[in-house]
């Protein structure tokens, strides 16, 4: 979308949903939170859902005949089914699995999958944007199993993904290719199907990042064809410690549990175990109960403002971000060109002056952005930069808060000049 544009949201509307932005922070300065890619800012409906849960049926899940654990079962089960609708697995509640986050989903399938299946000779492709929840995860199981990880080029200039070498890289010895669906520092929206079809062709699996693509566009993992899918509730509106992996439900069924002990096992004896139907085979100990039933409210706020749209206005409000910021002198940004398609964020570096003192000066303007490297760090070593800022948006910024970033930017050009 391009700048100019009519939001497709009622952003002042929206934007009462959301307690936390009508807070000044500092000496009294507005709060503008562009601080979204790391976490975005919850809306009544969620938070209350806390509070009704606690008050009203706080119980433990799958345990009790009594009427509050029933509540809570199957508020917690319908949520499992919601958050697999929501990213496209018509397997519902079976190919859903709730953990504490991205990170977490990509421990599990390393393990659970990975120790098993991965030996000397196979290899694991990665890209050089991966966030460390995935590039760390892959790296040191590669150390353990005596697998090889090879990364697919990102283009310094525009952050796209060099798909000749994917071609190159992905081939017979390939048991696993794991992409970020989009780039967390670039806002590369990489083309995971065509990913997906390249590693299917030679038997390999795919897992897809979507930490930072479930939160802003209409994702369906069938379309897509990915093995693995995960993503976070407290970057998509929902609360932190809970996320969600999509998995195929013949590889889920397959697969050796990630955790062992109570509610993930069928039968026990002191000689052997079997294990529980998915997703609980999946989900060990006391599950995190309110937080899963808050990830499904937090789901069907963003369906109701719909997922179109938020993309949308994201656009509009990034399409004007890096008009704004590629008229300062001295200002760097990375990743997509103007004209080419970038998720909700921009990522630059203002020359002379540090990431962390840029970030301290925008915020006694109010503005909450992100200085460092953002768990990239080869990404940022390659680029040859110890560190970025990271202006990220969501369904309520404002273009007009734009100005508060700019007028910060202008100020810190000014003390270090
Ligand atoms: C692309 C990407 N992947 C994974 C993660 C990890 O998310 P979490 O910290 O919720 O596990 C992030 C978080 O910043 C991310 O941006």
């Known amino acids: 979308m391009a700048t100019g544009e009519q939001s497709p949201l009622d952003v002042e509307r929206v934007r009462e949903d959301f307690p936390i932005l009508d807070r000044e922070v500092g000496d009294g300065v507005p709060l503008v939170y562009f601080d979204n890619a790391a976490t975005t800012q919850t ?70 999958w990975g120790l098993n299946e991965l030996g000397e000779g196979d290899e694991i492709v990665l890209t050089e944007m991966e966030h460390h929840s995935t590039l760390v995860t892959w790296q040191q199981m590669a150390k353990r199993t005596g697998a090889e990880v090879k990364y697919i080029r990102v283009d310094p200039e525009d952050g796209s ?9 992905i081939g017979p010895d390939t048991a696993m290719v794991s992409v970020v669906h989009v780039s967390n520092v670039l806002g590369t929206v990489n083309p995971l199907s065509e990913l997906a079809d390249m590693a ?13 693509a479930v939160p802003n566009r209409p994702v369906d993992v069938e379309d897509l064809d990915v093995d693995f899918y995960a993503f976070s509730g ?64 937090a789901a069907d706020y963003l369906d109701d403002l719909g997922l179109k749209n938020i993309r949308a206005h ?7 971000a890096y008009d704004r910021l590629s008229r300062i002198d001295g200002l760097e940004i990375y990743g997509p060109r103007e004209d080419e398609e970038r998720a909700g ?63 910060g930017i202008e100020s810190a050009k000014d003390i270090f000049a």
């Open 314 to 320: 994201e656009e509009r409000v990034t399409a004007e």
């Open 234 to 297: 407290h970057k998509m509106a929902g609360p932190t410690g809970v996320g969600g992996l999509y998995g195929k439900k013949a590889i889920l069924e397959e697969m050796e549990p990630f955790m062992y002990g109570g509610e993930m096992i069928r039968r026990v004896t002191y000689e052997d175990s079997s294990w529980n139907d998915l997703p609980w085979k999946y989900e060990a100990g006391t599950p995190l109960i309110a937080e899963g039933i808050a990830f499904a409210v």
């Open 161 to 169: 993904l060099d798909m000749e070498h994917a071609k190159e890289l």
């Open 345 to 407: 964020l921009v990522s630059f570096n203002l020359d002379g002056v540090h990431a962390h003192d840029l970030s301290s000066i925008l915020n006694d303007h109010g503005v909450a952005i992100r200085a460092g490297d953002h768990c990239t760090q080869p990404l940022h070593q390659k680029m040859d930069i110890a560190a970025s800022v990271r202006a990220s948006f969501y369904l309520y910024n404002t273009v007009e808060e734009l100005d508060a970033l700019v007028e």
């Open 200 to 212: 299917h062709e030679h038997d390999a699996l795919i897992f897809g990042d979507g930490a930072q």
């Open 43 to 112: 809306p009544n409906e969620v938070i209350d859902t806390f509070g009704d849960y606690y008050r009203g049926y706080n119980a433990n899940v799958h345990r009790g005949i009594h009427q509050l654990s029933q509540e809570a079962s199957i508020a917690y089960e319908e949520a499992h089914d919601r958050l697999a609708e929501f990213v496209g697995a018509s397997g519902e509640r079976e190919e859903m699995i709730f953990t504490k986050n991205t990170t977490e989903a990509a421990n599990l399938v390393a393990y659970a």
